[in-house]
């Protein structure tokens, strides 16, 4: 509604969060010289004008009429509004570097009709690259990072905010964006601990990302090393997605693990790959472990 006493609804999409998620914007068409008055929130644009656009992590909507009340007024100004930048960056393993940008973003293919799912340095180097919420990952597609080695990009060109910004490229000088390799990858991957998740399932953490397609049963051999029985009922669990640990492998087993008996893993040597593709120590390795008396 316009301050000028004429009705000219216009709706606004929320469109990204800002402010450690206590901001809401939104993106919209506005007039210039004009003033804006919230008059609601919509939850649904198309199904009625609704309270519960908006709610906390519990669910309590704000209402349309706490937004009455307060009379949220703005003008229209002419300036522009900032494109995305990169806040941090690091390198988490022998190939790939995350990218945590200073709000939530998307990809683009440069002309705004698409999304990309590579990208060249400017050094020559192609890039799998992936976003979710405000983190970029460059995955590099073949061979590894190395130390001290630039890699260059210009993000204005694939990165864009929620809003349709696109990236800032913030290296100053050249108007690019360099990730720098902060070492080479050329140690072999080594199991950390061994341990009885639950009464099903063993967990096995790395010391870096593996390779989960590297990993077979045939790679382990499990026995209950108190009854010095062989176990030959287990699968090998592997997952992927970005809510899962990559240095992790799990090991299903048929029978229950016991509290009361000690187990013994073998892994066979060069049995597994990082993500560098790295091989596991040349030697068989055998830990031990205590059973559990915890449900799946």
């Given at each position: 509604m316009l301050s000028d006493g004429s009705i000219t609804p216009v709706k606004l999409d929320a469109k990204d969060y800002a402010?450690?998620?206590?901001?809401?914007?939104?993106?919209?068409?506005?007039?210039?010289?004009?003033?804006?008055?919230?008059?609601?929130?919509?939850?649904n644009p198309g199904t009625g004008e609704v309270d519960g656009g908006v709610a906390d992590l519990i669910g309590n909507s704000v209402l349309n009429t706490d937004i009455e009340d307060n009379y949220f007024t703005f003008e229209y100004i002419a300036e522009a509004p900032e494109g995305p930048e990169v806040e941090s960056y690091e390198q988490v393993n022998g190939t790939t570097f995350e990218v945590t940008m200073n709000r939530w973003i998307a990809l683009y293919d440069g002309d705004g009709d698409g999304s990309?799912?590579?990208?060249?340095?400017?050094?020559?180097?192609?890039?799998?690259?992936?976003?979710?919420?405000?983190?970029?990952?460059?995955?590099?597609?073949?061979?590894?990072?190395?130390?001290?080695?630039?890699?260059?990009?210009?993000?204005?060109?694939?990165?864009?905010?929620?809003?349709?910004?696109?990236?800032?490229?913030?290296n100053s000088t050249d108007g690019k964006t360099v990730f720098e390799g902060e070492y080479t990858d050329t140690d072999a991957p080594?199991?950390?601990?061994?341990?009885?998740?639950?009464?099903?399932?063993?967990?096995?953490t790395f010391n870096e990302d593996v390779d989960t397609s590297s990993v077979s049963k045939a790679d382990f051999t499990l026995r209950n090393y108190d009854t010095d029985k062989n176990i030959t009922d287990f699968d090998i669990v592997t997952e992927s997605g970005s809510d899962v640990d990559d240095n992790i492998i799990e090991i299903s087993v048929t029978k229950a693990l016991e509290a009361r008996y000690e187990y013994e893993l073998v892994i066979q040597k060069k049995a597994v790959q990082d993500v560098k593709g790295n091989f596991s120590d040349d030697a068989t390795e055998t830990f031990y472990f205590n059973g559990s008396n915890l449900k799946e």
């Open positions: 402010d450690d998620f206590t901001t809401v914007e939104f993106s919209g068409t506005l007039a210039a010289g004009k003033t804006y008055t919230v008059v609601n929130v919509v939850y990309v799912g590579t990208v060249d340095s400017v050094e020559g180097d192609t890039f799998n690259i992936s976003v979710e919420d405000d983190v970029v990952t460059f995955e590099i597609a073949t061979g590894g990072l190395k130390e001290d080695q630039d890699y260059t990009f210009e993000i204005d060109e694939f990165i864009k905010d929620l809003h349709g910004e696109v990236a800032i490229n913030d080594y199991i950390e601990e061994v341990v009885a998740k639950n009464r099903k399932t063993i967990k096995i």
